[in-house]
């Protein structure tokens, strides 16, 4: 089946959080079992929720939305970035050194393009 190009799919923010969402669900694979329902389940949901915001702005209609859905993506990175030094700081993450990169370069990514409907 083929698949029809959205709007979002030309951002690089929507690209970069994509990319981090498989980061984090392969990362937290290896998260102890009683963690399934709390840090676990906790980043997951933080990370798709990126992309999910990104793409769901881009489908608005006016600047100030996709400005408003393009603000609640970057709460929800700011809520995975602490999560992430949690579990860093607990001894689940041993290596996240590329993650935290991609963490990084997202919040740039994002704050660009916010800056970039400013103008």
Known sequence: MAQVARKHYKLLAWQEAMELVTDIYSLTKGFPADE????????????????????EGA???????????????????????TQFLIAANLGFILDGVATS???????????????????
């Open 36 to 55: 399934r329902y709390g840090l676990t389940s906790q980043m997951r949901r933080a990370a798709v929720s990126v992309p999910s915001n990104i793409a």
């Open 59 to 81: 489908a608005r209609r006016s600047r100030q939305e996709l400005k408003q859905f393009l603000m609640i993506a970057r709460g929800s990175l700011s809520e995975l970035d």
């Open 101 to 119: 990169m991609k963490i990084d370069k997202l919040f740039g990514t994002l704050g660009s393009l916010l800056k970039s409907l400013d103008n």
